[in-house]
């Protein structure tokens, strides 16, 4: 429609402050509201529009998107724009959100550790998490802790702090590192939210996009999930056996990798332990190529045997081994206070980082922990729990071995918290898993410690939730279910796994 | 130096499982442990070498690389490869931190915010960290929930739980909400570590690096930082007066921004509460155009004159405000617990992201602020702190008013934290700030709430932290401050500010 009989460029005040596509769009406006222009009225093209007010065709399009996001005119894409029905007003009104996600930087993997961590269906024995058993919590002594120190802290410690951490905490840490045989002064201590958000950092100081890590396969699914978040690309280096250093060597020099992640002790999920020749090779060629390596330590107070040998940040001639421990697994998960032993100038770093993310970590917690570390609480506790998973671990080593080692191969782990188990038959560990819950019992299934698809025969399950009743039962269940898929096998005669295309 | 007399391809095993760079790394080793290429030997260029092994370029390269890492080499830029002196060897072991970090998203401000809640100097008062008196803190209430309830809680409570937060706390802050006028159920409630995280987790979500958002200007510093951080462009709505709706519809407009970042009540740092009316017309013009409104609301329980007009999130008829509060301001910091109120869609984006960074927030803190709502500890709390904060408010007011009139403009605050100030004559408050110090007094510049160089004439006193007796001492020492500048400002004879080029 030609609108120049009803407006034109006489009509706009290039003096005034108002901006001429405002203008424009207010005289359009005007005569919508008059009917001058009745609803349905095909308005002139952009450029058009923007010849009559002798304006840029960017001030023609600012003003019908203004008309439009007011509800009075629409667009059809490739036809032009139109007076809208009253009733078009509003329809929009609704905030569209996902829309205005950005890109979710995960596959659906993503949410299994979310998963493991939430409530299991009722009546199911899960044994996916890896949880400390509730019952073994030191609530009362940290309730004596609380009473006898409450009235002497000084009401400040409750206020701000710094990022890094509650200094008394980051000292008691440092002292309680040293007497393991890893140098560390306050200054190489960062409290964390959790040991889950020293690798959340690292993956913010270390790594962009494209970045090369090298991480064990199967190994802990959060790092995994962290890493991939940042956008790097994983190096696997299996670790069912001894570590190919010859294999990570080749790595260091193709790839160049930002770092190593790896649990030496007490593997997740395989329970496997480094040799201390092994973590003196490692050391060797990581100091040689200058790799970082970033160790994960949380099951190391848990041995049910000889003790382990040192970690690998004891050996740390180069600077280079951040050591990540926590409280979740010997105290309890919602502590949520993990830390990190590295350089002054990486603790700074992350800290700057930390700042963003929650300013400092909890006091109330960070307090509790100092007095459970100053007052000598740890070794006792650690005693009783060592002797009450070592019992657990022996009831359900037992147990599978007599109902389930035609099924299942496993090792007897020396310490942590998990059984790593491999199918002797047909079947996957995610079709055992379907079927195991018919029986009320759950596990992770390996494949969910894997970057990269596996022949999923095997699975994870955790002995120290439960007592040893229920860790007794869970066997029975799993044995049950391992005795329906081997029936269903022979009737079946399953054919080989096969890749098919996804159409 | 032509090496192919010492070696050559019939040496290479393509059979061999060690990779062809690796097998001619150890060939070109060997010569130079047996010293046949003796140190300072100029080796072939990577062509050359990739011939005499008929390998690919890129396999030579990596052999080379190999033996550099092994320090066996050396390269010299735009001359060659060279055989190292044995001295070269393992010097170059310490990791290189610096530059193995990513780059660092923040200018030098970044710190402002640590600075302000790092302590401050022996002897000084600090009036710069928005903190509560801890004095103040309820910690004989925490104490006595603690005791009455520690023997109740189901131990799991203290284990794992859903990322979204404690359910009994998010169902607390739900029916704390609904009785402010803001719909809210369990579902619509994200536990944080502290309101903070609330903004780094929106950042994540809905920004992408050059996005625009529109902030207040001043405003709340750790906003500026959590989104300049994620790579946005802040657009500054001015918000000393009333804010412009005009220039926000121009910013929506012109740019899309992805949010709009807002404190309505008591503004930090102005301390401006906006009223009922421009309330209504902002969520108008939100809803028109679909707009995403963050809502920081950390002090409106926090009044001394009549109750503020009721929040944005109140007002919501779009789904588009999402709304922050926090226990930081009214309870204690070390709580680091805060809330989101928003749709479940969002929660739930929000969600996944929060449980890389800590899993979920701390426990025990949620647990004891659970027990603070449920059992109405905070109405009387709240009571109380009102009305000594109101004393401190006026106090400071009339000592403000008789101290410093004459060098400044500020006005009463009817609810927060803050003494919003103005200078009137020559100087800047950065100057103001550095004389300060030396009369042991500090607080914050108005720069730093500001995104774009200002005229620097504003500066923040907090009046909360400290008793009436601090608060005038610290008005005579900014008193004593400002006479010794405006006595010096006439001795000089100042020039006015201008740009001087960085060379």
Avoid at 66 to 82: A, R
Avoid at 315 to 332: A, Q
Avoid at 381 to 401: F, I, N, P, S, W
Wanted: glycine share 6%.
């Amino acid at each position: 429609m030609d609108i120049s009989k009803y407006m034109n460029r006489a009509e706009l005040d290039t003096l005034d402050k108002q901006p001429l596509y405002l203008q424009i769009a207010l005289l359009i406006a005007d005569k919508i509201q008059k009917q001058i222009l009745p609803s349905g009225t095909k308005l002139p093209p952009e450029r058009e529009l923007a010849n009559l007010f002798a304006v840029s065709r960017t001030t023609a399009i600012n003003a019908y998107r203004k008309l439009e996001q007011q509800g009075l005119v629409w667009t059809k894409v490739g036809s032009g724009t139109y007076v809208a029905q009253a009733h078009d007003v509003e329809s929009l009104s609704e905030v569209p959100w996902p829309q205005l996600f950005t890109a979710y930087p995960q596959n659906p993997l993503a949410s299994i550790l979310r998963d493991i961590v939430s409530t299991p269906a009722r009546g199911t024995i899960s044994l996916a998490a890896g949880m400390p058993d509730p019952a073994l919590y030191p609530l009362e002594t940290f309730t004596e802790l609380f009473n006898h120190n409450i009235g002497r802290v000084a009401p400040a410690d409750f206020g701000h702090i710094p990022v890094e951490g509650y200094n008394p905490l980051r000292r008691a840490i440092a002292t309680m590192l040293s007497e393991k045989g890893i140098p560390a002064l306050t200054e190489n201590i960062l409290t964390l939210s959790g040991s889950q958000q020293g690798l959340y950092l690292l993956s913010k100081v270390l790594l962009e996009p494209g970045d090369y890590v090298v991480m064990e396969a199967p190994t802990f699914i959060g790092a995994i999930q962290v890493f991939q978040a940042a956008g790097a690309r994983v190096l696997s280096l299996p670790c069912s056996e001894k570590l190919s250093l010859e294999l990570l060597e080749d790595f260091l020099i193709r790839y160049r990798p930002k770092l190593l992640y790896i649990i030496p002790t007490y593997q997740n999920p395989t329970g496997r332990v480094m040799s201390a020749q092994e973590r003196q090779d490692l050391i060797k060629l990581a100091k040689r190529h200058r790799l970082v390596i970033v160790e994960d330590d949380p099951y190391s107070d848990l041995c049910y045997g000889e003790q382990p040998p040192q970690a690998l940040k004891a050996l740390d001639s180069y600077g280079g081994v951040v050591y990540l421990g926590t409280f979740s697994k010997i105290l309890f998960p919602g502590l949520r206070t993990g830390y990190l032993a590295g350089p002054p100038i990486l603790i700074n770093r992350l800290a700057l980082e930390k700042q963003f993310i929650d300013l400092h970590t909890n006091n109330i917690a960070q307090w509790l922990v100092t007095m459970f570390l100053n007052e000598g609480k740890l070794a006792e506790h650690l005693t009783a729990v060592r002797r009450e998973y070592k019992k657990r671990r022996d009831t359900m080593a037992k147990a599978l071995q007599r109902s389930c080692a035609n099924d299942l191969e496993f090792t007897v782990p020396e310490g942590g918290f998990y059984f790593w188990c491999k199918l002797k038959h047909a079947g996957t560990s995610q079709r055992v898993l379907q079927e195991a819950a018919k029986n009320r019992i759950s596990f992770v299934p390996g494949a969910a410690f894997h970057t990269a698809p596996t022949l999923d025969k095997e699975f994870r399950l955790c002995f120290t939730t439960h007592n040893e009743a229920v860790l007794l039962e869970s066997v029975q269940r799993l044995a049950k279910t391992l005795t329906q898929i081997t029936k269903k096998n022979k009737d079946n005669e399953a054919m080989p796994c096969s890749v098919w295309p996804i159409i």
